[in-house]
């Protein structure tokens, strides 16, 4: 697109999580990517400085808070504070991954919510909106006091599998009760029946498959999930799918943790192709040929003009 964005108080900056999704995002509103550089000083502080006037500018830092988790949010704490002390009119977190996600709760006793402690930390360095992308527990939205613009990917998902030649019927299963909801957004788009797995998880990170509720017997399963991470879950469900009868099975996720021994998994797993999106950047080794990775920008760069203009962000997904 060689479109040009008219107005110059909109300002994208990136910080080192995701630089290739922000260059793209920059691209599709037709803006480049604002000036500013982040090192680390010699024992490893995060020193950013910016390089351009943001005074009275409506300021977007798009930043996932991935692997190194820790860092890329002290980044992204130590730019808000940067743009606010710069005078910026608005302090706009794109965040399309947001970590510590899954800590959403107190599961035990003495336990932190650490995505509360998350959403504490942005607000007291200054930011004024965050726009994120599929959250584990679409409840986070209610730890902020300010505007929280939550995207989805299931459309984007669900239309690379509707333009699939796929042979045979479809049915689009949830790898555990939470992911119903998602699961059934998925089957709405694709007019498609869907299947649940009960799984019974012994500990974190450790996943056991039971039974499967639904019809899937010679059916084409799209297994759905927000975060694929050891991918331990949607391999024994892929597996635990084609032994029930599953004609074959394809996974799709929106933030492709994939820590460990995730790719060795997929790798060798019953899971066709796993298609996921780039909110969270591929390392080169996880870039193998069973992995489709799909660009969210088109989405976050629309999102953001309407933002920008005051105008709807839910009417992207009607």
Do not use: C, W
């Given at each position: 697109m060689s479109n040009q964005y008219l107005d110059p108080n909109l300002k994208v900056f990136s910080l080192n999580s995701n630089v290739e999704l922000a260059q793209e995002i920059a691209k599709v509103i037709g803006v480049e990517l604002g000036k500013c550089s982040v090192s680390q000083f010699s024992d490893g502080e995060i020193q950013i400085n910016i390089e351009e006037s943001i005074r009275g500018c409506d300021v977007y830092v798009i930043q996932s808070t991935s692997s190194p988790v820790n860092e890329n949010i002290m980044e992204l704490l130590i730019m808000i504070d940067a743009l606010k002390r710069a005078s910026a009119k608005t302090i706009n977190i794109v965040m399309p991954y947001y970590g510590y996600a899954r800590q959403d709760r107190k599961a035990r006793a003495r336990e932190p919510i650490t995505a509360k402690l998350v959403a504490n930390?942005?607000?007291?360095?200054?930011?004024?909106?965050?726009?994120?992308?599929?959250?584990?527990?679409?409840?986070?939205?209610?730890?902020?006091?300010?505007?929280?613009?939550?995207?989805?990917?299931?459309?984007?998902?669900?239309?690379?599998?509707?333009?699939?030649?796929?042979?045979?019927?479809?049915?689009?299963?949830?790898?555990?009760?939470?992911?119903?909801?998602?699961?059934?957004?998925?089957?709405?788009?694709?007019?498609?029946?869907?299947?649940?797995?009960?799984?019974?998880?012994?500990?974190?990170?450790?996943?056991?498959?039971?039974?499967?509720v639904g019809n899937i017997e010679g059916k084409v399963a799209i297994l759905i999930d927000d975060i694929i991470d050891t991918a331990g879950t949607i391999t024994l469900a892929a597996n635990a799918l084609v032994e029930n009868g599953a004609l074959e099975v394809y996974a799709c996720c929106t933030h492709p943790v994939l820590s460990g021994p995730a790719i060795e998994r997929i790798e060798n797993s019953k899971i066709k192709e796993l298609v996921v999106t780039n909110s969270i950047a591929l390392a080169e080794e996880k870039r193998v040929d069973r992995i489709h990775q799909l660009s969210v920008a088109p989405l976050i760069g629309e999102a953001i003009i309407r933002v920008h203009e005051e105008q709807s962000v839910s009417t992207l997904f009607d």
């Open positions: 930390l942005l607000e007291t360095a200054g930011a004024t909106r965050v726009i994120t992308l599929d959250l584990h527990a679409p409840q986070i939205q209610g730890f902020f006091d300010i505007p929280i613009d939550h995207l989805m990917g299931v459309p984007i998902l669900a239309d690379y599998i509707k333009n699939k030649e796929l042979k045979g019927d479809v049915v689009i299963v949830s790898p555990d009760h939470g992911g119903v909801t998602r699961a059934r957004k998925m089957a709405e788009r694709l007019k498609a029946p869907i299947a649940i797995i009960d799984k019974r998880r012994p500990k974190p990170n450790v996943a056991e498959v039971m039974n499967i």
